[in-house]
Nanobody
């Protein structure tokens, strides 16, 4: 099993920055070198992919809407993933979820484990 706990959400003005963290635990996470991803869901909208990173960090992909503004990273020694969000816009307001899935080509990862989410609100 894998447990994921997000932190770092909050209220920020447009143009500001936040860094989300995702602490992972469970034997499966490290044993299977799992990929980590971030998703978000805004009110009244479907959940959407934000970014993903492979275990090694060599494979990364981003949604077009966040490219150049968000950076995903991970520290496997701490079993923690990060999402650095810069130049935030009101449309980035959403609940952000951390997810993990078995290693696969970065665009084909099946995310089976999810955190509880953290709220990010960007005011204009």
């Amino acid at each position: 099993q894998v447990q994921l706990v997000e932190s770092g959400g909050g209220l920020v003005q447009a143009g500001g920055s936040l860094r989300l963290s995702c602490a992972a635990s469970g034997h499966t996470f490290s044993s299977y070198a799992m990929t980590m991803g971030w998703f978000r869901q805004a009110p009244g909208k479907e959940r959407e992919f934000v970014a993903g990173i492979s275990w090694s960090g060599n494979s990364i992909n981003y949604a077009d809407s966040v490219k150049g503004r968000f950076t995903i990273s991970r520290d496997n020694t701490k079993h923690t993933g990060y999402l650095q969000m810069n130049s935030l816009k009101p449309e980035d307001t959403a609940v952000y979820y951390c997810a993990a899935g078995a290693a696969a080509p970065i665009r084909a990862v099946q995310y089976n484990y999810w955190g509880q989410g953290t709220q990010v609100t960007v005011s204009s």
